[in-house]
T-cell receptor, first 116, second 114 residues
């Protein structure tokens, strides 16, 4: 079974630009969550999508947005990039039974964004 | 909002020494999960604890969930160089209604001197 796939793995942008990151969850997983990881702040929750609907949102500005498609693939977008947006962006999928998460998150290898 | 505090932030040990990381939540948790992230890698699920007072073992790793379901610990016996990495706890708040999100601690970075 293929794992969580994130693209691109590395990218460099300049301030003011925007970026779109993609995540393909494990087959059968309908929940996709996004996290920002920086050395000082650990794993910061961005948002979670389930069946194309945003179920939860973290404390990030509106420049950070996401969506999920009918095949459960997800994208996140960051507009008007700032230097502080440089981070590893991790996507995680999980299995849902009913409405509840069964627990375990399966992380992708991440997209490392550098903003110059 | 809910916070999960994890200590220590860093731990350096000699190979063969024991290691413990602690996780404390400001609110009661439905369950707690532990993840390990190797240097340059991504977090990998280790275990999930659900019951009050639960203790689970995986070889040299022992995981505990507190009686009040507000704290947890991970203990590694006789560390090896393969244990190097950052260990994260992640708590799911209160009664599970289906839409709660995991809250991660900031992690404990373990280095092991061979």
């Amino acid at each position: 079974k293929a794992g969580v796939t994130q693209t691109p793995r590395y990218l460099i942008k300049t301030r003011g630009q925007q970026v779109t990151l993609s995540c393909s969850p494990i087959s059968g997983h309908r929940s996709v969550s996004w996290y920002q990881q920086t050395p000082g702040q650990g794993l910061q929750f961005l948002f979670e999508y389930f069946s194309e609907t945003q179920r939860n949102k973290g404390n990030f500005p509106g420049r950070f947005s996401g969506r999920q498609f009918s095949n459960s693939r997800s994208e996140m977008n960051v507009s008007t990039l700032e230097l502080g947006d440089s981070a590893l962006y991790l996507c995680a999928s999980s299995l849902i039974r009913g409405q509840a998460n069964t627990g375990e998150l399966f992380f992708g290898e991440g997209s490392r964004l550098t903003v110059l | 909002g809910q916070q999960v505090m994890q200590i220590p932030q860093y731990q350096h040990v000699q190979e063969g020494e024991d290691f413990t990381t602690y996780c404390n939540s400001s609110t009661t948790l439905s369950n707690i999960q532990w993840y390990k992230q190797r240097p340059g890698g991504h977090p990998v699920f280790l275990i999930q604890l659900v019951k009050s007072g639960e203790v689970k073992k995986q070889k040299r790793l022992t995981f505990q969930f507190g009686e009040a379901k507000k704290n947890s610990s991970l203990h590694i016996t006789a560390t090896q160089t393969t244990d190097v990495g950052t260990y994260f706890c992640a708590g799911l708040p209160g009664v599970q209604g289906g839409s709660e999100k995991l809250v991660f601690g900031k992690g404990t970075k373990l280095t092991v001197n061979p």
